[in-house]
């Protein structure tokens, strides 16, 4: 289970302080680890304290189970976190400083004896070592417990014995176990977030020689497709430019060995045409073979990729690249979506909705069929499926309330008309109480309207930028005489201006820019 001979597993790590606090039960170590009501903002379905369980958590008996992992997995530099462990820390000094110590000592022991571990951590483990040396003050044990017990926690169960180490991964090199190494590395550091230093140092280190692993050269070609920001104890410690040349060279090195998505992320720069020096025509050519090549070897992603060039056409210089065939698309989406590929489920549904005539579907059909696939993305966390699924219950099902829980969902996961529609349908207060809105919202709330709004125009989202001008300028009235006011809608209008490129509200921005000039009796 959790309990892994001689790894920095939860058990292991719970051992070690028993060994030391002998008078510590089960029960006391968990509600350290697990103060759900204290910690988290949500707590899991069905919690419970449950002793009986819970001992058998931390002797290693039963798999923690996931949703505590995944909760703790968004709570990285957590404060009420650290508070708590502190504040156990605190106690246990008052007992026998050097008993912290010891306890310190077997975490640091522990630890070295991990290779997989050691590899990301060793710069944090190192530098504890160095205050256990120099006597530093034991109260900031508290922060390394915090560290270590957190990896404990959220790392996967099952992983190779420590006795295989990164040599062996390195030596014998085939595709399974290099697969292996790569997955004890992300167990170990899935609770970092992409952006964070020791990640990026971590796979600086497993992409290097001896070791050359693929899937450690991939996801640093990510950061470099993508360009970061990369932080340390909530600071930027490095900045990674967007180097799209960068990211092809770690993609090849990566594809080189095999690693479909490396295929598929070198089609997905070449159907982008992310390089100058090559002609569109040879670089769809080029995308289209990697995303071909990365299929074959089982890549869900270039499935799903395939598919959207076969559901639009590929016409390079009045060229037919691909002839454009939604029959070819919707039986490589249904290939994808069969191994859960969220965005495959989201395309079946924009086909079967507003392609079902040449799918030989009547309309009827089609949508219902549409409906199922956003379904199906939606229970995945799909924000944009659950935004669909809520303005299909706003507008069509009419059922107010599961729309405003499934905007709310999508709201939380960041997407940008899920919190534009929870603002316009639910608390402006615009909508006619006979439409039903009102029964779920006691009454309109300015303030969370006003922040939804604003999160959405500064996410790019040019209609919530509108209507936060709007709103601004209803707040302002006829007198003008709210210099604040005043600056906040001309602030949104000029943003609205930025924000239309292609100049489809241009009237629209051009009366509300009037309309605030009439309002103040004043120009610009």
Known sequence: MNNISNGFSLANVYLSFKEVFPHFKYSDFFELIFPMELIFDEVPDGYKYDESSSCKYIQGKLVIPKKYKA???????????????????????????Y???????KLIAIAR????????????????FGFLKAGDDVHRYSELFYEVLYFSLTSKNKRLSTKKTLKIYADENSPEVQANCFKEYTDMVSMYSFNNINRYNALCYLSSEPFLNPYASCELGDLFCYGVDLYFDNKVKMSLEQDFLKAR????????????????????????????????????????????????????????????????????DTKTIIERDVSKAVELYIKASKRNYIYAFNNLGYVYKNNYDELKLNKEDGEKLSLEQFIKAASLGNDYALNYIAKYHDMENRNFEL????????????????????????????????????????????????????????????????????FYLERLGNSGSDNNVVNLAKYYIELAKHQDTNRIFNTIIFNLEFDLKRRCKKSF
């Open 99 to 105: 008993k912290v110590r010891s306890f310190i000592e």
């Open 403 to 470: 729309a405003y829980e499934n905007f709310k969902k999508a709201s939380k996961l960041g997407n940008l008309w899920a919190k534009y529609n929870l603002a316009y349908y639910f608390y402006s207060g615009k909508i006619d109480e006979s439409v039903g809105h009102d029964k779920l919202i006691s009454k309109k709330d300015i303030t969370v309207m006003e922040n939804l709004y604003q999160e959405a125009s500064h996410g790019g989202l040019l209609e919530a930028t509108i209507e936060t001008a709007r």
């Open 71 to 97: 909760l703790y997995l968004k709570i990285e530099n957590n404060d009420k976190l650290i508070r708590n462990f502190t504040i156990f820390f605190d106690q246990i000094v008052k007992i026998d400083d």
């Open 249 to 316: 060279e770690y993609y090849e090195i990566s594809a080189s060995k095999g690693h479909s998505t490396a295929l598929w992320s070198l089609g997905r720069l070449y159907i982008q045409r992310r390089f100058e020096s090559i002609s569109p025509l040879k670089s769809t050519t080029l995308a289209i073979e990697y995303f071909e090549n990365a299929a074959i070897q089982g890549c869900v992603a270039a499935i799903n990729s395939l598919g959207n060039l076969y559901k639009d056409g590929v016409i390079v």
């Open 113 to 128: 004896n991990d290779s997989v571990f050691y590899i990301s951590f060793s710069d944090v483990i190192e530098r504890w």
